[in-house]
């Protein structure tokens, strides 16, 4: 059984001039604030008229969220493998595999297993960062973790995210 939702088609990338990123040997972390837009999506995807219908049919209203999002690349920054949206309305992550194309969405559960933003940060700190890395097709970076790396950017990682959480929410 697979939950969520998969599209067949790429994720948005990160804008990297509002991306601070974390090295943590094979991979490096983005943290990110996104307000997530209709609007938004459309101007991203609007190159390919498959993918903006493809939106407009699973997601007829529209999706409208903000929040941090904690990216998971490779160390050269080819290819995101998760994402973990630390979003206001509908926590979610990704398993971004492969070879593109492949882009699963997994609702986040907080009455199960608690606030995302700590759940997403214990999974970089622990190295659980593993078995989902393989899941999204790099199952030779996960071979590649390095724990006391992990250890190290999750606080950074945790304390930056929630700065920037902070200091946007009070701009709002």
């Not at 492969?98 to 700190?125: C, Q, S």
């Not at 920037?164 to 701009?171: D, E, S, V, W």
């Amino acid at each position: 059984m697979e939950i969520g939702h998969v599209y067949e088609m790429p994720p948005m990338r990160p804008d990297d001039a509002h991306t601070t990123y974390f090295p943590a040997g094979v991979i490096k972390i983005g943290v990110e604030y996104r307000d997530l837009t209709p609007e938004a999506l459309v101007e991203y995807y609007g190159g390919d008229e498959a993918y903006v219908e493809e939106l407009r049919r699973t997601a007829p209203l529209g999706i409208e969220d903000r929040g941090v999002s904690l990216h998971v690349f490779d160390a050269d920054g080819q290819w995101e493998f998760l994402r973990f949206d630390l979003f206001e309305d509908a926590p979610h992550y990704h398993y971004n595999h492969l070879g593109g194309g492949r882009n699963h969405i997994i609702p986040f559960d907080e009455t199960a297993h608690g606030p995302i933003a700590e759940w997403a940060v214990d999974k970089i700190r622990s190295g659980e960062l593993a078995p989902m890395l393989a899941q999204a097709g790099g199952a030779e970076l996960a071979k590649g973790l390095d724990a006391d790396a992990l250890a190290d950017v999750a606080d950074q990682v945790a304390a930056y995210a929630a700065e920037l959480q902070a200091r946007l929410a009070a701009a709002v």
